[in-house]
């Protein structure tokens, strides 16, 4: 890591920078995430959309509701772990991140 950060501080601010900057983050937030809640989320991954296909097939949403708030509450906890102890960050915010870098739950609030 003291490399990157070495190497990173030479370079000039330019896109490959500004990628190892993104990457040394996303990969922080990584590292907080523990690799039982890795695993779940993967596995809960796969077995939801089994769900999914089965509540589709069956035209029951409700046999599906079950697993997809299970994944939402996974989620959850993964991005919990992701902010680590900055709680000054919405946990909101923290899940838009994935999706929308930068963007601060507020502003998609009023869009």
Do not use: H
Request: hydrophobic share 35%; with cysteine; glycine share 2%.
């Amino acid at each position: 890591q003291d490399d990157l950060e070495e190497y990173a501080s030479n370079l000039e601010l330019t896109d490959e920078r500004r990628i190892l900057e993104l990457e040394q983050t996303s990969f922080e937030k990584q590292q907080r995430v523990p690799a039982e809640l890795v695993s779940k989320s993967a596995e809960l991954g796969s077995s939801a959309y089994t769900a999914w296909v089965k509540a589709r097939k069956e035209s029951d949403f409700s046999l599906f509701a079950p697993t997809l708030k299970e994944c939402f509450d996974t989620r959850m906890e993964i991005a919990r772990y992701e902010r680590g102890d900055d709680e000054s960050v919405p946990l909101y915010t923290q899940m838009l991140d994935a999706f929308e870098m930068g963007m601060k739950a507020e502003r998609i609030d009023s869009i």
